[in-house]
């Protein structure tokens, strides 16, 4: 319907003497437009060029269009341009991966400010567990599990520590230079720890981007 009535408009308003063609901004939409419906469908780079002049002018050439009518069009545009490039862009799987990388290293990072942290404020009272346990996670593990250094030899640490790693970390604690801690600290230092074990946790991502 709408097509016939672009062919009315066209036959009555061009001179019968003039080259008679329908100007389509896409090649793709003049190849699918049949030729009886509109006379000779052409696209050329000089029509997407008056076309993109076209738009840029709207709000001049249609008095009633004002800004707010343009801005949701431009919008709806960019939304549409951008799920169109995510869904045949050939790399965007690649784009995936290097996101998730990008993410993990964060993660690290995280983890590691954490750590230290950790080893610096827990090292006042047990500096000689630093060298001992040298993992990150099970240095945070092994304080979640015996609090103050007192309480180590009490502690089982099977499945946090390996056991020549425990004998030498209940050994030391017995023996310890470091200073007494207070139960405020303590509870911060417990506190760091968990952040340390959920952001070990959030690193599993790793697993999604091996699989790519």
């Given at each position: 319907?709408?097509?016939?009535?672009?062919?009315?408009?066209?036959?009555?308003?061009?001179?019968?003497?003039?080259?008679?063609?329908?100007?389509?901004?896409?090649?793709?939409?003049?190849a699918?437009?049949?030729?009886?419906?509109?006379?000779?469908?052409?696209?050329?780079?000089?029509?997407?060029e008056l076309?993109?002049g076209?738009?840029?002018?709207l709000?001049?050439?249609?008095?009633?269009?004002?800004?707010?009518?343009?801005?949701?069009?431009?919008?709806?545009?960019?939304?549409?341009?951008?799920?169109?490039?995510?869904?045949f862009?050939?790399?965007?799987?690649?784009?995936?991966?290097?996101?998730?990388?990008?993410?993990?290293?964060?993660?690290?990072?995280?983890?590691?400010?954490?750590?230290?942290?950790?080893?610096?404020?827990?090292?006042?009272?047990?500096?000689?567990?630093?060298?001992?346990?040298?993992?990150?996670?099970?240095?945070?593990k092994?304080?979640?599990?015996?609090?103050?250094?007192?309480?180590a030899?009490?502690?089982?640490?099977?499945?946090?520590?390996?056991?020549?790693?425990?004998?030498?970390?209940?050994?030391?604690?017995?023996?310890?230079?470091?200073?007494?801690?207070?139960?405020?600290?303590?509870?911060?230092?417990?506190?760091?720890?968990?952040?340390?074990?959920?952001?070990?946790?959030?690193?599993?991502?790793?697993?999604?981007?091996?699989?790519?």
């Amino acid at each position: 319907k709408h097509l016939r009535m672009i062919r009315g408009t066209l036959l009555s308003s061009v001179p019968s003497d003039v080259p008679r063609c329908c100007p389509c901004i896409s090649r793709r939409l003049s190849a699918c437009i049949p030729r009886v419906l509109l006379p000779q469908p052409h696209c050329s780079s000089s029509i997407q060029e008056l076309a993109r002049g076209v738009r840029a002018q709207l709000g001049g050439l249609i008095a009633e269009l004002g800004t707010a009518d343009l801005t949701p069009m431009s919008l709806g545009l960019s939304h549409s341009l951008s799920r169109y490039k995510l869904k045949f862009s050939p790399e965007k799987v690649d784009t995936m991966i290097v996101q998730a990388i990008g993410l993990l290293d964060d993660l690290d990072k995280e983890l590691n400010t954490y750590a230290m942290r950790v080893r610096e404020w827990y090292g006042w009272h047990f500096p000689e567990m630093t060298k001992i346990v040298a993992d990150n996670i099970s240095y945070a593990k092994a304080i979640k599990a015996t609090g103050t250094r007192d309480k180590a030899a009490g502690v089982d640490f099977s499945g946090v520590l390996e056991q020549e790693v425990e004998d030498a970390l209940k050994a030391a604690a017995q023996i310890s230079m470091g200073t007494e801690i207070s139960q405020e600290d303590l509870d911060n230092i417990l506190a760091l720890c968990d952040q340390v074990r959920r952001r070990v946790q959030r690193g599993n991502i790793r697993v999604h981007s091996q699989g790519h």
